[in-house]
């Protein structure tokens, strides 16, 4: 490979910069898991459609299996392992997700975490209750095979009463 078919790229990712050069072709899934070592975002259809390489790119879902590394040149990404707290408790989604045993085999998982944590920060705590129909059109952009939704549609509902209770007390989300 020569230098013209690779290129800089600077990042922060989960917290911290990370500086490395990369294929210009080199997709963003490729790159948080095999040269940062980030094996949280899962590879699934490599057609955007299944969710489970979601991450955050400025704050935004994204679908890394579409997104070329180069393209996350000077952006903030979040993948799984970045979303749980400081002190290495877990973030309310991801409790949530346990609590209401919202995964089977988890290779969705994270994917679906990701999305709902960027879903219900959009939102916001002050829109009032989710309902049925709202959680579900959320969860359409990714896909389970293992689950029938059920457990998952509740800890979104369980995610979004906490994060609306802390934001209340004025707690840290």
């Known amino acids: 490979m020569t230098s013209a078919d690779s290129r800089k790229v600077e990042m922060v990712v989960n917290g911290e910069t990370v500086v490395g ?7 963003l899934c490729d790159f948080l898991r ?19 390489c979601t991450v955050l790119v400025d704050g935004r879902p994204a679908r890394s299996c579409l997104m070329l590394a180069v393209q996350a040149h000077g952006r903030t990404i979040t993948t799984i392992e970045g979303v749980s707290r400081p002190d290495g408790s877990l973030h309310p989604v991801q409790r949530a997700f346990h609590e209401q045993h919202a995964l089977q085999c988890g290779f969705c998982t994270p994917g679906f975490v990701i999305s709902t944590i960027a879903y219900l920060d959009e939102r916001g705590p002050d829109a009032g209750p989710l309902s049925e129909d709202e959680v579900r059109e959320h969860l359409s952009g990714s896909v389970c095979r293992c689950t029938g939704y059920t457990n998952i549609v509740r800890a979104v509902h369980q995610a979004a009463s906490e994060l609306g209770a802390l934001q209340a007390e004025g707690g840290e989300l």
Not at 21 to 27: A, G, T
């Open 34 to 52: 095999e040269d940062l070592s980030l094996t949280g975002t899962h590879v699934g259809c490599e057609q955007g459609v299944c969710g489970a």
């Open 21 to 27: 050069s990369v294929p210009d072709r080199k997709l």
